[in-house]
């Protein structure tokens, strides 16, 4: 069982940066689709940013409202992710979750769109203040 658990979130002033991490464990050589949602009270979560491995490769998407200022990456040994967000504003401040699903193929950008997906972790708040 694949278990995700987020942490790094907290509060920042605007322009400020942060960096969430998602532990996996459980972790098999198995490929993965992952990435990070956010939600507000009121309002659907979204998908902000994916990342998906296959073949040595690693392909990402980012939601146009994140482009330029977030960025998802991985750690060596694979079992923790992470999402460096720079250049902060109001807007950004959200629960942010990470999530995954055993995926041969991920097509990144449907993946985003969707929140039926596997494996959830807790979420880890952040705050951004003008």
């Known amino acids: 069982q694949v278990h995700l658990v987020e942490s790094g979130g907290g509060s920042v002033q605007t322009g400020g940066s942060l960096t969430l991490s998602c532990a996996i464990s459980g972790y098999t050589t198995r490929t993965y689709c992952m990435g990070w949602f956010r939600q507000t009270p009121g309002k659907e979560r979204e998908g902000v940013t994916v990342l998906h491995t296959r073949r040595g490769n690693t392909y990402t998407y980012y939601a146009d409202s994140v482009k330029g200022r977030f960025a998802i990456s991985q750690g060596n040994a694979k079992n923790t992710v992470y999402l460096q967000m720079d250049s902060l504003k109001p807007e950004d401040t959200a629960m942010y979750y990470c999530?995954?699903?055993?995926?041969?193929?991920?097509?990144?950008?449907?993946?985003?769109?969707?929140?039926?997906?596997?494996?959830w972790g807790q979420g880890t708040q952040v705050t951004v203040s003008s």
């Open positions: 999530a995954a699903d055993v995926a041969d193929v991920c097509y990144l950008g449907s993946w985003a769109s969707s929140v039926r997906h596997t494996y």
